[in-house]
């Protein structure tokens, strides 16, 4: 005879195993910030040569909150940045992006940015339209990389990265 459920069976809240999942996914939270942390302290995906060009045109972009700045085969600069909810760094956080394109290219979030850098500045536009979104013209591309990844991504008419996901 069956007994009543304790409320510790896998996957319950409150159980052992519940509680253990949640602490690492904590853990991989906290190393995938520190990582990213390390990435842009260094500059190390920030090209300071495309720094100074893009002060040189006006563009306005936060120089300190950088995480990296590449340019595309149309030649334009392309930069990503922390941002807030809507667009950056903390949008495609904040909207799962970054665990899809994880999940994608399978690999932890925290390298993410160096594989978006990658995307934008070795891969193929196989698309690229000019949209307008709340009034602002943007570009929607999609990239080729390595002969089979496709990304879209939502870029500012100055080459901010607003968005990037995988397209099926």
């Given at each position: 005879m069956r007994g009543t459920n304790s409320g510790l069976a896998h996957?319950?809240?409150g159980s052992p195993q519940a509680s253990l999942e949640q602490e690492i996914y904590e853990q991989t939270v906290r190393q995938n910030?520190?990582?990213?942390?390390q990435l842009t302290q260094h500059g190390e995906l920030v090209d300071p040569s495309l720094v100074t060009e893009m002060e040189k045109h006006g563009?306005?972009?936060?120089?300190?909150?950088?995480?990296?700045?590449t340019r595309d085969a149309t030649g334009q600069i392309v930069?990503?940045?922390?941002?807030n909810k809507y667009a950056g760094y903390e949008h495609l956080k904040t909207r799962g992006h970054l665990q899809h394109l994880a999940h994608y290219f399978h690999v932890e979030?925290?390298?993410?940015?160096?594989?978006?850098r990658d995307v934008i500045h070795s891969g193929k536009v196989i698309s690229n339209k000019i949209v307008e979104r709340n009034g602002r013209k943007a570009y929607e591309r999609c990239y080729e990389y390595r002969n089979r990844k496709?990304?879209?991504?939502?870029?500012?008419?100055?080459?901010?990265?607003?968005?990037?996901?995988?397209?099926?």
């Open positions: 996957g319950t809240s910030e520190t990582s990213l942390q563009y306005k972009f936060h120089k300190e909150e950088l995480i990296f700045t930069w990503l940045e922390r941002g979030e925290a390298i993410i940015p160096r594989i978006l496709v990304i879209l991504a939502g870029i500012g008419s100055n080459g901010f990265l607003v968005t990037a996901y995988p397209k099926s």
